[in-house]
Nanobody
Framework: QVQLVESGGGLAQPGGSLRLSCAAS????????MSWARQAPGKGLEFVSG????????YYADSVKGRFTISRDNAKNTLYLQMNSLKPEDTALYHC??????????????WGQGTQVTVSS
């Protein structure tokens, strides 16, 4: 079965950096686009970033563009999110999500339990 396990979250100061990882198993990772989505307290799930199966096409929410970088290692079945210049409004539970196709993002069919990111001084 599909398993997505996130790691790398924690407490960061404003302006700081964190790198999230997502270990994927139970499906052919290299065949599917992947995304990161986040949920802040009291809010719905928000798309953060997505990447096509070949890693060449990426998408970002306007709120993180220029600060976050998504990448993937198909040989290691791992998805990453490098987060720089963190802001308090980035505080949320970050989920790794599998897409149902190789070249479409924002329509997740599976997601992990999430890793908490808290940005505070």
């Amino acid at each position: 079965q599909v398993q997505l396990v996130e790691s790398g979250g924690g407490l960061a100061q404003p302006g700081g950096s964190l790198r999230l990882s997502c270990a994927a198993s139970g499906f052919t990772f290299s065949n599917y686009a992947m995304s990161w989505a986040r949920q802040a307290p009291g809010k719905g799930l928000e798309f953060v970033s997505g990447i096509y199966s070949d890693g060449r096409t990426t998408y970002y929410a306007d709120s993180v563009k220029g600060r976050f970088t998504i990448s993937r290692d198909n040989a290691k079945n791992t998805l990453y999110l490098q987060m720089n210049s963190l802001k308090p409004e980035d505080t949320a539970l970050y989920h790794c999500a599998k897409e149902p196709a190789s070249d479409y993002v924002g329509n997740y069919d599976y997601w992990g339990q999430g890793t908490q990111v808290t940005v505070s001084s």
